[in-house]
């Protein structure tokens, strides 16, 4: 096989592999917004509750669509919240995994993540995110 078919071949794979990886991210983005969504409006309804919350989920979400193994890390411990996300996740109906996305991720569902950064102050937001981010570096 000469040079210039083998590099268009390597070429077509990375297109191919690129694209199908922009379907999953496409995907893991568009569920994690709405999961995300679904748990800051239950929470946002007793302000009672909370001042201030910073958390991430991460879950699996089979072919179906319903969400499990759900993983909790708080940055600001509220037990009512962190049960109040589990139980909305755990009860949340998403759009079915796509094929092309159960194929890419090499699994019979997917993997997505969000994060949920709620204060009643603008400062205290501002520190929360920027406690996050530190997080990751």
Partial sequence: MSRTVLLSLLLTECSLASALADVVSDY???TGKLSEDAVSAEIEKHPERWTKISMKFRFRIDPA???HDIQ???FVRNQWAEDTARRFLSALKLPPVPKQVMQAAGMNGCYASAQ???AKTESDF???VNDQQKSHK
């Fill in 28 to 30: 893991q983005a568009k």
């Fill in 126 to 128: 501002r520190k929360l």
């Fill in 72 to 74: 909790i890390t708080s």
């Fill in 116 to 118: 949920l950064v709620l």
């Fill in 65 to 67: 669509g319903r969400i």
